[in-house]
């Protein structure tokens, strides 16, 4: 490895003369060889099997590459041999700690092609905002409790963790699972709000505030904490912009910009909150936009319950699908007792709901970030291509720039601040 003896400098900065070396070679020893080392695919602290190769000069990096592709499923081209209704099930199993948030972003995706999106019952709307908003919840909750952990602080991940328990009992009575809802459907959802699940989840909002803050007080001046979040990672707008990050690490850099804010879908722009944005672009300041970003779901959370069209047991017997009989199920009763509703539901189920020709694109505020679908239909009941714009995907992409110059230690507090889920970054 060559030398130059003009711009040499050993970690305290001084130049070759000061080194105690008399020769170039003697300068070559002290500088020594660089190592290569594979941080996961297998590493707890990479959330999920993500490689990252990490060329290292004594403790700095001076070089990385993430090497993704081990949990890759092919599930943009599935899509292209499954009816629109049939790959519901698929989209939780991208960002896996926020399925409903999937669904209802793919649901809005295929409504927009069929041009029947401004034609959801408010009812519907208002249910759908309350299941990504819990969503939102959910992710950051367990997102905040690993990166906890993953600095040392234990205590956090078993106060976020009880929280998100809480969300899943919810998500259990709402949709009839914990963890792979599929509770969206072309046009509107499979089921109402159960009895009770009103005052349940008002009950979990002023919990989960509770936490929020004994976890705030645990975090955000803990001396540890701080000194391993604050100047660590810093992305700048500039770089945030240029690699297309959205969500949380882009809020963080300090770019004003929430799609929910942006462009509006569902009911956002009747409802109050704030967009959360940082300053230094650094860890510390992610974890503090996702920490306000949690207080404002539970705004809005509080919002969609006071105002939901027909109240918490839809006694007036508000709607919560498009009655256009084109693309949803008939009533299950009905189908047992009718022949066309039998017939109708034989052919939705076999042939899908038909779109028309055209290209869409259509971008939600994910937990992780914008989750986009862009789909190409050449008419029928199945795309002909779809491409998933993974936030996790996206946001990987600035590692190569945002690891070299730091500390081997540092990369459990980049990639915690990062979030993503290796689900949706390999789809």
């Given at each position: ?6 711009t040499f400098?050993?970690?305290?900065g ?5 080194t105690g070396?008399?020769?170039?070679e003697d300068?070559q020893?002290l500088q020594?060889?660089k190592l290569v080392v594979n941080?996961g695919?297998s590493h707890?602290?990479t959330?999920g099997?993500?490689r990252?190769?990490?060329e290292?000069?004594g403790?700095?990096?001076t070089?990385?590459?993430p090497d993704?592709?081990y949990l890759h499923?092919g599930d ?5 041999n499954m009816?629109y209704?049939?790959?519901?099930p698929?989209?939780d199993r ?5 399925p409903?948030?999937?669904n209802?972003?793919?649901a809005l995706a295929v409504e ?9 019952p408010p009812?519907?709307q208002?249910?759908?905002?309350i299941c ?12 905040l409790g690993?990166?906890?952990?993953d600095i040392?602080a234990?205590?956090v ?5 009880t929280?998100?328990e809480k969300?899943y009992n919810l998500c259990?009575?709402l949709t009839g699972?914990?963890f792979?809802?599929?509770y969206t ?9 159960p009895?009770?699940f009103v ?5 979990f909002i ?8 004994e976890?705030?007080?645990l975090l955000?001046r803990?001396r ?11 992305i700048?707008?500039e770089?945030?912009?240029?690699y297309?990050?959205s969500?949380?690490n882009?809020?963080?850099?300090g770019?004003d910009?929430?799609?929910?804010k ?7 722009k ?7 944005v940082g300053?230094a ?6 974890y503090q936009v ?6 404002q779901?539970?705004?809005l959370l509080?919002?969609c319950?006071?105002r939901?069209p027909?109240?918490?047991d839809?006694?007036i ?7 256009d009989?084109?693309?949803?199920l008939?009533?299950?009763n ?6 066309e509703e039998?017939i109708?539901?034989?052919m ?5 709901v038909?779109a028309?020709?055209g290209e869409i694109?259509?971008?939600?505020e994910?937990?992780?970030g914008e989750l986009g679908?862009f ?15 993974a936030?996790?995907?996206v946001?990987l992409?600035?590692l190569?720039?945002l ?6 230690s ?11 889920v290796?689900?949706e970054?390999?789809?």
């Amino acid at each position: 490895m060559a030398v130059q003896e003009i711009t040499f400098k050993d970690p305290a900065g001084r130049l070759p003369q000061d080194t105690g070396a008399d020769s170039v070679e003697d300068l070559q020893d002290l500088q020594g060889d660089k190592l290569v080392v594979n941080m996961g695919p297998s590493h707890p602290s990479t959330h999920g099997v993500l490689r990252v190769l990490i060329e290292l000069d004594g403790e700095t990096i001076t070089r990385a590459v993430p090497d993704i592709g081990y949990l890759h499923r092919g599930d943009e081209k599935i899509a292209e041999n499954m009816t629109y209704t049939q790959f519901i099930p698929y989209t939780d199993r991208l960002d896996y700690l926020a399925p409903l948030a999937n669904n209802v972003a793919y649901a809005l995706a295929v409504e927009k092609l069929m041009g029947i999106d401004t034609k959801l019952p408010p009812r519907c709307q208002y249910i759908r905002v309350i299941c990504c908003e819990l969503a939102r919840v959910s992710a950051h909750l367990l997102g905040l409790g690993a990166y906890a952990m993953d600095i040392g602080a234990m205590t956090v991940f078993l106060h976020t963790f009880t929280e998100r328990e809480k969300i899943y009992n919810l998500c259990e009575r709402l949709t009839g699972a914990r963890f792979t809802t599929s509770y969206t459907r072309i046009g509107g959802l499979t089921r109402d709000l159960p009895k009770g699940f009103v005052d349940q989840c008002r009950k979990f909002i002023t919990e989960c505030e509770v936490t929020l803050k004994e976890t705030d007080q645990l975090l955000t001046r803990n001396r540890i904490f701080v000194d391993r979040t604050r100047d660590v990672g810093i992305i700048t707008a500039e770089q945030a912009i240029a690699y297309g990050l959205s969500g949380p690490n882009l809020r963080g850099s300090g770019v004003d910009h929430d799609v929910r804010k942006a462009a509006p879908y569902l009911v956002y722009k009747d409802l109050e909150f704030d967009v959360v944005v940082g300053s230094a672009g650094d860890c510390y300041d992610r974890y503090q936009v996702r920490m306000e970003e949690m207080r404002q779901s539970l705004r809005l959370l509080r919002q969609c319950l006071d105002r939901i069209p027909g109240g918490a047991d839809n006694a007036i017997g508000e709607p919560i699908n498009i009655a256009d009989g084109k693309t949803v199920l008939p009533p299950k009763n009905r189908v047992l007792t009718g022949m066309e509703e039998l017939i109708h539901q034989f052919m939705l189920v076999t042939e899908g709901v038909n779109a028309p020709p055209g290209e869409i694109y259509f971008g939600a505020e994910n937990p992780k970030g914008e989750l986009g679908f862009f789909i190409h239909s050449k008419g029928g009941g199945t795309p002909h291509r779809m491409k998933i714009r993974a936030p996790s995907f996206v946001n990987l992409s600035i590692l190569p720039v945002l690891l070299p110059g730091h500390l081997m230690s540092d990369v459990v507090s980049i990639l915690g601040s990062i979030d993503f889920v290796m689900g949706e970054c390999d789809r």
